[in-house]
């Protein structure tokens, strides 16, 4: 974990530091930039892309390029940018929280275009936004409050997380989350 997320985790005081940093390190390892590159840790989503753009064409390098990997999720993103820029960030999460793009409005911007140009600032940024995210959305507020792992997984990865997990043969999320907090908790 990065030790600027730490110290800023610490000093905020809207939610524990601990549960913070729980779902930093299951989102991102608690990195908000890739230290090969510098940009920050992106997600895209050819789904959602998809469902903003649905007249791309299916064999562009947004649709094949494995996105697991940042190298990967920047090939898409940048291909999908050159079709719809907008779109493109929309179907993207970034930073240290990976709040999807199309949540811009929830975190109180006026365009998505916005919400990147903050999250591409720095850590602090993007630990903000992250708090914005959980603060707004009361259920999800809630649940990292009563450290509802189950609850947060859902909101954060959709209902569908534990099929999904089992597919891919990795940790549900949810377990994922219940592990760091128990490891943050004893840190903190």
């Not at 930039?33 to 947004?62: L, V």
């Not at 898409?76 to 709040?99: E, L, Y």
């Not at 409005?105 to 914005?132: E, F, S």
């Not at 649940?143 to 209902?159: F, M, S």
Request: proline share 4%; no cysteine; aromatic share 10%.
């Amino acid at each position: 974990m990065n030790k600027d997320i730490i110290n800023s985790a610490k000093k905020q005081a809207t939610l524990r530091p601990a549960s913070l940093l729980t779902i930093v390190d299951v989102e991102t390892g608690g990195e908000g930039f890739d230290p090969a590159t510098g940009k920050p840790i992106i997600r895209f989503e050819k789904t959602w892309f998809r469902k903003y753009q649905p007249e791309a064409d299916p064999n562009g390098k947004w649709n094949n390029t494995k996105v697991g990997t940042q190298p990967g999720a920047w090939i898409a993103f940048n291909d999908a940018f050159a079709i719809n820029p907008r779109a493109a960030m929309m179907a993207t999460s970034i930073g240290v929280g990976q709040i999807m793009g199309f949540n811009y409005a929830l975190l109180g911007y006026k365009t998505v275009d916005d919400m990147w140009n903050d999250a591409k600032k720095d850590l602090d940024m993007q630990l903000n936004q992250m708090i914005r995210f959980i603060t707004a959305n009361r259920r999800l507020k809630t649940a990292v409050d009563n450290l509802d792992w189950t609850t947060v997984a859902t909101i954060y990865n959709g209902a569908g997380f534990r099929e999904l997990a089992k597919k891919l043969k990795r940790t549900p999320y949810d377990i994922s989350l219940r592990q760091a907090y128990m490891k943050y908790e004893k840190l903190l």
